[in-house]
């Protein structure tokens, strides 16, 4: 069984900073096999992508939402895709989920191609 666990959420203000991580772990799961991503979920909104990674962390992708403030990357030795956001804004203000998804293809946007998902973090910015 998989399991993804995010963390690093909370309420920040308005152009501050917060760095999300998503730890992966499994038995027969091997993080460097998979391309990773982060979606949000705002209230009463739609989840959305926000950023994917490939399983060496050579090629990112982004939301044109966030690109220029966000950025995500991966350390392969420990299992974790990280999310380092800057110049927050209120309409950032989401529950974050990571996803893994073992094949790669164009549709890194799309949530179902992605196998596993965690829980979410909870991201709150004020204005």
């Known amino acids: 069984q998989v399991q993804l666990v995010e963390s690093g959420g909370g309420l920040v203000q308005a152009g501050g900073s917060l760095r999300l991580s998503c730890v992966a772990s499994?038995?027969?799961?091997?993080?460097?096999?998979?391309?990773m991503g982060w979606f949000r979920q705002a209230p009463g909104k739609e989840r959305e992508f926000v950023a994917a990674?490939?399983?060496?962390?050579?090629?990112?992708y982004y939301a044109d939402s966030v690109k220029g403030r966000f950025t995500i990357s991966r350390d392969n030795a420990k299992n974790t895709v990280y999310l380092q956001t800057n110049g927050l804004k209120p309409e950032d203000t989401a529950v974050y989920y990571c996803a893994a998804r073992r094949y790669y293809t164009a549709n890194y946007n799309e949530q179902n191609e992605y196998d596993y998902w965690g829980q979410g973090t909870q991201v709150t910015v004020s204005s």
């Open positions: 990674i490939s399983w060496s962390g050579g090629t990112t």
């Open positions: 499994g038995r027969t799961f091997t993080f460097s096999n998979y391309h």
